[in-house]
């Protein structure tokens, strides 16, 4: 397996590590807010349940951030003046439209309101369809690689002035020696 696979399979493995943490988190927090953890009590937001889900989601979201930024793309520095965060917000709340849609569908449309259909359909199928999409926009525009250019390195700076201009020596084809250019 080359190298870039093996990098590929690590955050991978890191992206999912962190993804279950937030997610416990929000599913603990949602199942808490709508079904009450049967404390014989009414839940919080048991008629809400979209609500829920928003606020659930987004203290699971700033778990994932910090596990993210910290962690799974560790080896990606910040490209962003605001280190991503901006990006990672849009990319989790247009994301997180899909297990929404889910709990809308089963909610609304099939009339099913227990805790296991709620889970199902926004945790399980509804997570799993914004988990893909979620890891490789976040590879993409959040957590991007750094561009190496080896090939474009510039010289050195003389070690007596730092601000005399630099001078690149090159090969002139029209004459037969060399013939000193000033550099940028």
């Known amino acids: 397996m080359g190298r870039r696979w093996q990098r590929l399979l690590a955050e991978a493995s890191r992206f999912?590590?962190?993804?279950?943490?937030?997610?416990i988190v929000?599913?603990?927090?949602?199942?808490?807010?709508?079904?009450?953890?049967?404390t014989e009590h009414?839940?919080?937001?048991?008629?809400?349940v979209i609500v829920a889900y928003v606020i659930a989601n987004t203290v699971g979201m700033v778990v994932s951030y910090r596990g993210s930024r910290s962690w799974a793309f560790?080896?990606?520095p910040p490209r962003h003046a605001d280190g991503g965060r901006a990006a990672f917000l849009v990319i989790n709340l247009a994301t997180m439209s899909l297990p929404i849609g889910c709990l809308w569908i089963s909610r609304n449309v099939l009339g099913l309101d227990d805790p296991y259909s709620d889970n199902l359909s926004a945790n399980v199928i509804g997570l799993a369809m914004g988990?893909?999409?979620?890891f490789y926009l976040f590879r993409t525009f959040v957590f991007r690689r750094p561009v190496h250019l080896p090939h474009l390195s510039l010289p050195h700076p003389p070690a007596g002035?730092?601000?005399q201009p630099i001078t690149v020596e090159t090969t002139d084809s029209s004459?037969?020696?060399r013939a000193p250019r000033p550099g940028p």
């Open 161 to 163: 002035n730092p601000h």
């Open 16 to 23: 999912l590590a962190v993804g279950g943490v937030a997610t």
């Open 42 to 48: 009414k839940a919080l937001l048991d008629e809400h």
């Open 74 to 76: 560790r080896d990606r």
């Open 175 to 177: 004459t037969s020696g």
């Open 26 to 38: 929000a599913l603990i927090i949602f199942n808490f807010l709508v079904h009450g953890f049967n």
């Open 131 to 134: 988990l893909v999409a979620r």
